[in-house]
């Protein structure tokens, strides 16, 4: 079943914006990860958040995680065109036979105007 | 290049067909990976392979073989191809310490 659920499913804003995206996810995890998918790429790995963090950062990207409340946020700040993709959250669950295994979320697709 | 490569691009054949992905990567990991993405983007694990052993296998029809000669290569294998098979088919690849997946660009299978 799906582990991820994210929102907004698309999400439209002018450059120079910021932009939020939020993902659940429902069984306890060992890390979480985000991708970001150009159209017709394949997917490319941007951050991941272990269960023991809260924040991350990079470059422009800010990633929280709550693990009480299941859920995780993505925030671009000061977004360009070049931004515009499908971002997706993945969750790796925590021990057992699952290692290695991601469980990705439906995406938001980010379309980010000039 | 660093990377993770796939082969064919694109995969147009019928159904009944037998064809194969090929996947290579070059970065020293140790776990390979088959994904399927839908026509939603919904994308989903197929097979997970570390050293050559494989280690995840979801519920996938037995239609479909993985086989992974080396830890550098992974390949997909499909027999009686069928309609609901078209999809994006996408290899990733990852070590033990970083956690993070990298992925191929991605095959494009048409059915029809």
């Known amino acids: 079943s799906q582990q991820g659920e994210e929102d907004p499913q698309a999400l439209s804003i002018q450059e120079g914006e910021n932009a939020t995206m939020n993902c659940s996810y429902k069984t306890s995890i060992n890390n979480l990860q985000w991708y970001r998918q150009n159209s017709g790429r394949g997917l490319v790995h941007l951050i991941l958040?272990?269960?023991?963090?809260r924040e991350k950062h990079s470059g422009r990207l800010r990633v929280t995680l709550d693990t009480s409340k299941k859920s995780s946020s993505l925030l671009i700040t000061a977004s360009r065109a070049a931004d515009t993709a499908s971002y997706f959250c993945?969750?790796?669950?925590?021990?057992?036979?699952?290692?290695?295994?991601?469980?990705f979320g439906q995406g938001t697709i980010l379309t980010v105007h000039p | 290049d660093t990377a993770v490569s796939q082969t064919p691009k694109y995969l147009v054949t019928q159904m009944g067909n037998d064809k194969s992905i090929k996947c290579e990567q070059n970065l020293g990991h140790d776990t390979m990976y088959w994904y399927k993405q839908d026509s939603k983007k919904f994308l989903k694990i197929m097979f997970s392979?570390?050293?050559?052993?494989?280690?995840i296998n979801e519920t996938v029809p037995n239609r479909f073989s993985p086989k992974s000669p080396d830890k550098a290569h992974l390949n997909l294998h499909i027999n009686s191809l069928e309609l609901g098979d078209s999809a994006v088919y996408f290899c990733?690849?990852?070590?033990?310490?970083?956690?993070?997946?990298?992925f191929g660009p991605g095959t494009r299978l048409t059915v029809t």
């Open positions: 958040i272990r269960s023991n963090e």
């Open positions: 990733a690849s990852s070590s033990v310490e970083e956690g993070a997946q990298y």
């Open positions: 993945a969750t790796s669950n925590a021990g057992g036979t699952s290692y290695g295994k991601l469980t």
């Open positions: 392979y570390n050293n050559k052993e494989l280690i």
